[in-house]
């Protein structure tokens, strides 16, 4: 069973990461970015992307599921009108049994892409060994925050700042200390 995975997401100044059920902000090349990685997958393999159910139902209707990645989607509901291609797991550690059991070797990547609760059960849970953040230089006055993950994580790699529509931004990059 596969249970390494990643997490990928924007923080603001103060690390929030939505706002009303939303994000925010809408920055071009942060929304490439999240494209790209999530889709570079090795031949014949398809990334993951897990996600709670209010970030599910924050994405625009024609966006999901998520094009050229396996979706799957947290919540304990059982029935709130997902399409049957996407995987409904009921708790976070679920998600992996299931994933094999329904896309098999088909899966690349396995990527946490939020909200809150599920970014807090990821950082907790060895399995995660890195962090993808889209540090944005600005504080949004967002109600839902990516959780402290310093000093567990090391940062090993960031991206020159960058500048949208007056935004200030930059990439990190973030592993997992290993433990002495
Ligand atoms: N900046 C970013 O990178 C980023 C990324 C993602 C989302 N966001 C923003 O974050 C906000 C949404 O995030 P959120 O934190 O409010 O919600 P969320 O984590 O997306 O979804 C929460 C829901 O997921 C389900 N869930 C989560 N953990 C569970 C568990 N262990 N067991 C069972 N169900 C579980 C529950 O659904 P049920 O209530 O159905 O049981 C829970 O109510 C939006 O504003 C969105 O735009 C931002």
Redesign the pocket.
Known sequence: MKTKFSM????DANL?????????WSIAPDMRH?KELTLAAPPGKKNVVV??????E?LPEKFRPLPGRWNA?????RD?GLPQEVLLS???RSVFSSLEKLWGDTVGEIFI???????K?GLNDAGCERLYL?RILKDFC???F?PAFEPGFALTQESPPGTFCGIEYYFAEYRRRLRK
Not at 73 to 77: A, K, L, M, N, R
């Open positions: 990928i997401a924007a923080v929030g990461i939505g706002r009303e059920g939303k994000l925010p999240f996600m709670g159910r209010k970030t599910w924050s989607v947290i919540s304990s509901q709130f009921p708790d976070f892409i939020g909200g809150a609760a599920v970014f059960e889209t967002c109600d839902v990516f």
